[in-house]
């Protein structure tokens, strides 16, 4: 029974990324053509183990090297990491104040604090972004708004540009960043805010020397669940960056569909997810050592 309990897990990531992974690292050492699909495999399993020699004996980097001689690429994985990052930042500084608000809020309102928090979700992610192009366009609600409150006198250009980026990706992301955070403050001691404050702490140095600390679980947590996925976005970019926002989700979509270039756009994505590697190990380590300090 054990180990049927631990194979699931197993053969779960075994169809859904381990398989679907070696499908497109094998797509990315061949060769394009014009063919449906469009690539030409240079290795084929059905001539066995003399498909591997040939394989082997032919094989070549060529689709990896070209992101390395393209600036394109290079630009698009350094751009997607400076978003994210900063989007990162700017989920923090806006989630952990709403996080805090929410644990010390009294018990009977946390219940539909955190429904609203998730409730967002309930709605189509595409259809909440496609609102945000309503909300921040020259004609869109927030010009409206500044417009008529007399703060500006021109509409604000917004959509289409790295800003509207990092508002569809707060935006999105923010329960992400929120519900660790609570997490970790709802399980903090009050008497140890008490006791600090005893010792002659001021309310703000309380903060910084004992929630703050003890929040950290949660800030790493929430920091990692929204980065790994905004490396990689693309809708957001795609429907309020424009042309002008550049990240690899949107390069990795227009090899695949637009140029048809299968084989470069398969190396673009295991390229991706190698770099995606780094982050994912860092939280499953992180995690891992909050269950052992739990225990």
Known sequence: MRRLLIAIPFLWLLA???VPFLIVFKISLSDAAIAIPPYAPTLDLSEGWSGFKSFFAALDLENYIWLTEDAL????YLSSLKIA????VLTLLVGYPIAYGMARAPEEWRAMLFMLIILPFWTSFLIRVYSWMGILSQEGYLNQLLIWTGLISDPLVILNTNIAVYIGIVYTYLPFMILPIYASLERLDISLLEAAEDLGCSRLSAFWLVT???SKQGIIAGSFLVFIPTIGEFVIPSLLGGSRTLMIGKVLWEEFFSNRDWPVASAVAVV???I??????????????QREAEQ
């Open 16 to 18: 859904l990324f381990i």
């Open 73 to 76: 690429y290079w630009k698009a």
């Open 85 to 88: 990052v900063i989007s990162t």
């Open 212 to 214: 703050m600390p003890l």
């Open 272 to 274: 991706l997810l190698l």
């Open 276 to 289: 995606l590697i780094i982050p994912i190990v860092l939280f499953q380590r992180n995690e891992q050592k």
